[in-house]
């Protein structure tokens, strides 16, 4: 069973850091490329970071780039992403994803996401 739970959210004021995490099991993590999205209310979800397999490769949204850094531990499952320099427009529902191919047929999967909001 594919299970992906984040952590690390929270409340933090402009200019201030939060790092997620996001703990993976029931598929071979450290041979799928994994993303980081976000969805702030009243708005589409939207892909902030994804990161190859083995961590080699990144891309970023341009409203994060320079500000977050996604990365990998594969002995240990586990996405984080690392925001740093943290804007109210940042406010948001954020979400670990991977896309498994199972006989031809790809599927996305979800964690239940973790908030941040950033907020004087």
């Known amino acids: 069973q594919v299970q992906l739970v984040e952590s690390g959210g929270g409340l933090v004021q402009p200019g201030g850091s939060l790092r997620l995490s996001c703990a993976a099991s029931g598929f071979t993590f450290s041979k799928n490329y994994m993303y980081w999205y976000r969805q702030a209310p009243g708005r589409e979800r939207e892909l902030v970071a994804r990161i190859s397999s083995a961590g080699g490769s990144t891309n970023y949204a341009d409203s994060v780039k320079g500000r977050f850094t996604i990365s990998r531990d594969n002995a240990k499952n586990t996405v984080y992403l690392q925001m740093n320099s943290l804007k109210p427009k940042d406010t948001a529902m954020y979400y670990c994803?991977?896309?498994?191919?199972?006989?031809?047929?790809?599927?996305?999967?979800w964690g239940q996401g973790t908030q941040v909001t950033v907020s004087s």
């Open positions: 994803n991977v896309i498994l191919t199972n006989s031809g047929n790809s599927r996305d999967y």
